[in-house]
Structures are given as structure tokens and as C-alpha cells.
């Protein structure tokens, strides 16, 4: 087995300021170990006192560690940006003995944050302390080793970032033919014949979703919990047989917002499904209901919501059945490979975390 060191051994912190005021992006850390621009508002705020990042430098959040099981840390990968002075910053110190990326892999593992977690629980508030956070370990092996494993993982990210690519130009080539066929050049007060406006209760089900225990992956639990923001869990059992309409129900902004299920999933108290009478009108609905203002079934003050008594009077357009089905029929092709890249996807995303468990072996 591969000899453990010191991470502080490793590293050293960095504390560059914004004296000059001579850098303005602005970016924030997330828990999913991301940077993402910043929507702070900082009118009016001293932007010279911000810490520059710069490129394979890290960024972290000590704070609430144990609380949120993880720990929020990146490694920037841009030029330069500026972060709250609240983040601590650090850097490899010898990049010839420890890859930056290779310690990001370490981070990214599922056992970096539970061992986080575990050293946060004595901490102000579940934090982790500076000198904590360096004692902690890892595996170095040599400088060309470390080459080969980054290698191998960089490879299936690219690979899983151009299958997101090719989903994303298939979807917006369905959102294309969807308007070209059903809005582009359509009078909504004069439609074409056969074609009517009506309530989406007409043409649909809906049903609620459950409360359901979250377990991770694994043969007993094969069955994804999705909430309309994400996959949230696994359980045993699923609610909902084939990709189905949902929209969310309630938690936050997102509330009223349209998105389709994964196949066989078990739909969580956050989602309404919403299931069509005829199965080949459910591409068209769909897309219809994306280009439908559904954030305004909101209701509820201290958090939106939306109910099934929202959404059964919401008005919809219904046009002729030959031209939905025709639609369909263009649209499952694209549907199809859409879901063969996202199938390929969850394999890679699989190896990523074999070839993470692997590190600490």
C-alpha cells in the first residue's frame, strides 16, 4: 500500500489582494467543488480588499463542514479572477513533487469530504481549522504516475463534456422544430383548422409526488429519486415507469418550472408528473409547456408553490393530432440519441469514481 503525507507538507496558502483594483471578475465557490461567477451585489463595496486567484491555484469554504458533509474546494482553471476575503487560498508549493490537478482528484473523492467531515465535527460550528485541514493525507506517488492517473480521468471528462455538448445542440434543435411547427408564422387568435385552445386538464393527469429515504447507488437502490432539480437519491422502488413530463412543485426559484423524468424513477414530494391521455401528444406538450409561462401557477407567500388545482385550468394550445404526431415522430430520434449520450455518460461517470476510489489504493 501506498505511504500517506502530510497535505500541509504540500502546500502553502495565498493571500494576493485586489490593491490595484486592477482584476474585476467576480466568481464564487460552490459545494459541488465549482466556481461559478458571482451575483453578490458589490455596489458600493471596496473591491481592492478582494483575494485574487490565479490559474491552479485553489479556493476553499472551512465553514459548516461537518454540517453539509462536504467541503467546498476547487482548483481555478482561467487566468485570473477575485474572491471574497472570506475564502483561504492556497497553492503547491513544488508542482515537480504533486500535480495540482491530481490534488484536485483527491479532493473530488466521496472519502476526502467524510474524512473533512469527521476532523470539522470539533470545530466552531462543524468548521474545519486551517491546521486540521493540513494534517490531513494523502497518497503521492511519482510525478509520472500522477500524470498517468490525471491523464486518465481528464480523458473521460472530455469525453462527458462533449456528450453534454451533443445533448444540448439535440435539444435545441427540437426546441427549433417545435417553434417552427407550432409557433413561427401561427396567429394564436386565429389558429389553423383543427386546432383549439383548452385546459391542460383535458389532455393530462397529474399526480403528486412522495417523501422517500435516499440511499446511494447500488443494486438494492437502482432506482433514482428525482425532485425536477436533480437526482437526489436512490430507492428500491419507482413511481413513474417511462420519461414523463414534471413540473416542480415547490422549493425555490425553480418552482414552475418543466423538465422530463429519467426512465423508471421514483418522483419526490418537490414534483407534480404530468402524464398525457394520448402518449404521442407528450413531445409536444412538453415543449409546449417549456414555451408556456407555467411560473405563473405559483402560489403561497411564505414559499411558492404549485398544486394539482394550479395546474389542471392552465390553458394550452392543442393543435390537430396528425401534425402533433408528426412532430413526435421528428422529435424521438433526437430523444433517442439524446438518451444514448446520457447513458454513456453515467458510465463514465462511473469509471471517474473508480479511478478516484483507486487513488487511496
Not at 205 to 215: E, I, L, Q, W
Not at 255 to 281: Q, V
Request: aromatic share 10%.
Amino acid at each position: 500500500m501506498m505511504e500517506y503525507q502530510r497535505l500541509g507538507d504540500y502546500i502553502r496558502e495565498v493571500n494576493v489582494r485586489n490593491s490595484e483594483l486592477k482584476v474585476t471578475k467576480l466568481v464564487g465557490l460552490t459545494i459541488d467543488k465549482a466556481f461559478i461567477p458571482s451575483v453578490a451585489n458589490v455596489i458600493g463595496t471596496d473591491l481592492s480588499n478582494y483575494k485574487v486567484i490565479r490559474r491552479e491555484q485553489f479556493a476553499c469554504s472551512l465553514m459548516q463542514v461537518s454540517r453539509d458533509g462536504k467541503m467546498p474546494v476547487a482548483m481555478f482553471d482561467d487566468d485570473e479572477a477575485i474572491m471574497s476575503p472570506a475564502y483561504p487560498m492556497f497553492e503547491v508549493v513544488d508542482k515537480s513533487r504533486l500535480l495540482p490537478q491530481y490534488l484536485m482528484m483527491w479532493f473530488s473523492r466521496k472519502e476526502f469530504d467524510r474524512e473533512a467531515s469527521y476532523y470539522a465535527v470539533g470545530g466552531v460550528r462543524g468548521s474545519l481549522e486551517w491546521g486540521d485541514f493540513c494534517n490531513m493525507q494523502l497518497p503521492v506517488p511519482s510525478i509520472e504516475r500522477q500524470r498517468e492517473i490525471v491523464s486518465e480521468y481528464e480523458t473521460l471528462t472530455r469525453r462527458i463534456r462533449l456528450n453534454n455538448q451533443m445533448i444540448e445542440k439535440l435539444e435545441a434543435t427540437a426546441q427549433a422544430l417545435y417553434r417552427k411547427m407550432f409557433v413561427d408564422g401561427i396567429d394564436k387568435e386565429n389558429l389553423p383548422e383543427g386546432w383549439r385552445r383548452g385546459r391542460l386538464g383535458e389532455i393530462a393527469t397529474f399526480k403528486y409526488g412522495k417523501m422517500a429515504d435516499k440511499h446511494s447507488k447500488s443494486d438494492k437502490f437502482p432506482y433514482p429519486i428525482f425532485s425536477g432539480y436533480a437526482v437526489t437519491g436512490y430507492t428500491s422502488e419507482y413511481t413513474l415507469k417511462e420519461p414523463t413530463i414534471v413540473i416542480i412543485a415547490r422549493g425555490d426559484a425553480g418552482t414552475g418550472r418543466i423538465c422530463m423524468s429519467p426512465k423508471e424513477c421514483f418522483l419526490s414530494n418537490l414534483a407534480i408528473s404530468i402524464e398525457t391521455k394520448e402518449p404521442l401528444m407528450k413531445n409536444y406538450l412538453y415543449y409546449h409547456l417549456l414555451e408556456s409561462d407555467t411560473m405563473s401557477l405559483r402560489s403561497g407567500s411564505a414559499q411558492a408553490q404549485i398544486t394539482i388545482n394550479n395546474v389542471e385550468p392552465f390553458e394550452v394550445m392543442i393543435p390537430e393530432r396528425k401534425v402533433y404526431v408528426d412532430f413526435s415522430d421528428k422529435v424521438n430520434t433526437l430523444y433517442n440519441n439524446t438518451i444514448l449520450y446520457k447513458q454513456e455518460n453515467e458510465k463514465l461517470t462511473e469509471l471517474q469514481s473508480l479511478l478516484l476510489a483507486r487513488m487511496g489504493k
